[in-house]
T-cell receptor
Framework: DGGITQSPKYLFRKEGQNVTLSCEQNLNHDAMYWYRQDPGQGLRLIYYSQIVNDFQKGDIAEGYSVSREKKESFPLTVTSAQKNPTAFYLC??????????????FGEGSRLTVL | GENVEQHPSTLSVQEGDSAVIKCTYSDSASNYFPWYKQELGKGPQLIIDIRSNVGEKKDQRIAVTLNKTAKHFSLHITETQPEDSAVYFCAASKIGNQFYFGTGTSLTVIP
């Protein structure tokens, strides 16, 4: 089945630790995105990548880092510099590398809790 | 950047009734308006979208209307069913730019 796979589904982290969330897609999509979802708020863009080896900051990139070494993979690292990392993280992809040209396909999300 | 406001934040309807969710946007250059449905514990899924060159689009029980002059668009669900219960997000964007999402509406359909 084609789709986006995020792992882990649930993750607990101690303060001061970095953690990496995995996102893999087998849809052959050019663009990939990371969103953060907090209760009562819309999805906010953290980072996006329109092509391999290139990525751009979204509205809330501080305290996060990404890489895009392969078309299929777009891991997100939540660093200790992120002041309020407890949230639900969603990875998405779209066919075209040009933004706003079609549907976003989302993974099932990763819930990060900082203890 | 774009600012998208969505109302109401929660909505309860009886099964079979209609549900309407409204969104406003601030950037008159926005030209693409999708609606996403998010079921509990899942990622959002596109259910319908509309581009700025049309005023209305319908797909079975769901429809979206767009008023470019007033900068608002609405999602209409008719003959609601329990499986329509979910969180719905609107979004706005323009070509080459990111999507800006509303804050979501939690819809509950009461059997």
């Amino acid at each position: 089945d084609g789709g986006i796979t995020q792992s882990p589904k649930y993750l607990f982290r101690k303060e001061g630790q970095n953690v990496t969330l995995s996102c893999e897609q087998n849809l052959n999509h050019d663009a990939m995105y990371w969103y953060r979802q907090d209760p009562g708020q819309g999805l906010r863009l953290i980072y996006y990548s329109q092509i391999v080896n290139d990525f751009q900051k979204g509205d809330i990139a501080e305290g996060y880092s990404v890489s895009r070494e392969k078309k299929e993979s777009f891991p997100l690292t939540v660093t200790s510099a992120q002041k309020n990392p407890t949230a639900f993280y969603l990875c998405a992809s779209s066919i075209s590398g040009t933004l706003n040209t079609g549907e976003l396909f989302f993974g099932e999300g990763s819930r990060l809790t900082v203890l | 950047g774009e600012n998208v406001e969505q109302h109401p934040s929660t909505l309860s309807v009886q099964e079979g009734d209609s549900a309407v969710i409204k969104c406003t946007y601030s950037d008159s250059a926005s030209n693409y308006f999708p609606w996403y449905k998010q079921e509990l514990g899942k990622g959002p899924q596109l259910i319908i979208d509309i581009r700025s060159n049309v005023g209305e689009k319908k797909d079975q029980r769901i429809a979206v209307t767009l008023n470019k002059t007033a900068k608002h668009f609405s999602l209409h669900i008719t003959e609601t069913q329990p499986e329509d219960s979910a969180v719905y997000f609107c979004a706005a964007s323009k070509i080459g730019n990111q999507f800006y999402f509303g804050t979501g509406t939690s819809l509950t359909v009461i059997p």
